[in-house]
């Protein structure tokens, strides 16, 4: 997990207290690229016995949930927001081939990084998914992804009295911000209990390293825009229209096939 640096804290506070408004302009991939992945087929890699690989997860040294074999030699990276429609669909299109199959096979690692471009929203978002078992982060997100809509017509309800909760002291205006998002109950119907959820919102310092990590995305990663795909760390140059046909294709030709 990554540790707390003297910019964590002024970003995570400076990130709370940004307009609730959605900016959704701000998802869709980047146009840049780093070229084509190609390799040969990889063979499977059996997990360790009475275990799935699409079970087995972690918290990265970059703040990503990965799942899968940590060894795999195909890796996968997703820069997505909890908030964005694009990543949404790619949830919808790709979660049950992706991790059934490619994953499971051993041959690939998904690694999801959540990069919070709209602020509060993104940020309680991620430390709901994170405040449970890694292998609960990218389910969550899943479900989140499943019902934005929802979501998001929440948050714009109640925009006013959710701009009030950011005036809070810092270990209570997530709290607030959740409860009054309707977030306490959506996630206590998915494993996540409301005092559970309460304490992970309550923790400045593991919010901190969010944001932090959030940062590092757009100024170290140099990630532009949402949903963007890292393949062996090759960022991929998908064009409009479909994504997860293009980034399937992208793993077969890494190597993610039979011979």
């Known amino acids: 997990m990554m540790s707390v640096s003297k910019i964590a804290r002024p970003f995570a506070l400076t990130a709370l207290a940004m307009p609730l ?6 998802c869709g991939s980047s146009d840049e690229s780093e070229g084509t992945v190609a390799g040969e087929p ?5 997990a360790p016995e009475g275990q799935a690989w699409s079970e087995t997860a972690e918290i990265t040294d970059r703040n990503g949930y990965l799942v899968g074999n ?3 030699p195909i890796k996968l990276v997703e820069y997505g927001s909890l908030t964005c429609p694009g990543c949404a669909q790619f949830s919808r299109d790709a979660s049950e081939t992706l991790l059934g199959e490619y994953v499971d096979s051993g041959r690939v690692s998904f690694e999801f990084r959540s990069f919070a471009i709209h602020g509060p929203i993104d940020l309680a978002l991620t430390r709901l998914i994170d405040c449970g078992q ?7 997100a899943d479900q989140v992804w499943a019902n934005l809509p929802t979501i998001l017509d929440t948050v714009q309800q109640r925009g006013p009295q959710l701009e009030q909760t950011l005036s809070l002291p810092e270990d209570q205006r997530f709290v607030a911000f959740a409860e009054t998002a309707g977030l306490l109950d959506f996630f206590a119907a998915r494993g996540i209990s409301r ?3 309460r304490t992970c919102l309550a923790d400045a310092e593991r919010l901190s390293e969010i944001a932090e990590a959030s940062q590092s995305y757009g100024t170290e990663d140099e990630i532009t825009g949402t949903p963007t795909f890292v393949l062996n760390g090759n960022q991929l140059d998908l064009s409009p229209g479909a994504v997860w046909p293009q980034v399937e294709a992208a793993l077969q030709r890494a190597g993610a096939r039979d011979e």
């Open 134 to 140: 890694p292998s609960q982060a990218v389910p969550l």
């Open 70 to 72: 940590p060894e795999a």
């Open 42 to 46: 990889v063979a499977e890699v059996p």
């Open 21 to 26: 408004a959605l900016a959704l302009a701000a």
């Open 195 to 197: 005092d559970q959820a």
